[in-house]
């Protein structure tokens, strides 16, 4: 606690989500990571992690590398399916459970995904204002 103008303030508690990832050894952490309603992933085209909003980089490597290989495949097989169109590109993946939503921009894949029930329009404006703030951080610096 922190004194403050002659009160006692009670710190803020704050959670961390670093230890938890996908890669974990304890179990416990492994689940915690995947029961997160809504999670949000940025990697390169190539598969490196950029931003994960739970966890840390390093411990979603699998799991980006992973996307970065199904995406591309995904796209080719659709494109093979319908006009060989390049606006052919998977936007979305719908389960009973959730919806995992794509987008690619430029080099930067934006992932998100939500068991709370959004619709895929409101998560994919979400990773819009995502890849503004990472291109106005880009940009500043």
Do not use: W
Not at 9 to 32: F, G, L, M, T
């Amino acid at each position: 606690m922190q004194k403050l103008m002659g009160e006692l303030v009670q710190r803020p508690i704050i959670k961390s989500y670093i230890e938890e990832s996908p890669e974990s050894e304890d179990e416990d952490k492994r689940n915690a990571y995947f029961n997160h309603n809504k999670q949000f992933l940025i990697l390169t085209v190539a598969g490196k992690p950029i931003y994960t909003r739970y966890g840390e980089e390093g411990g979603v490597s699998a799991v980006c590398a992973s996307l970065a290989a199904i995406i591309p495949k995904l796209n080719n097989f659709y494109d093979d399916q319908k006009h060989h169109s390049s606006l052919n590109e998977i936007r979305y993946i719908k389960s009973k459970s959730m919806i995992t939503v794509i987008l690619v921009n430029q080099n930067l894949v934006y992932i998100g995904l939500t068991k709370s029930g959004h619709s895929y329009t409101f998560i994919q404006r979400q990773l819009n204002a995502l890849h503004t703030q990472v291109y106005l951080c880009l940009l500043i610096s």
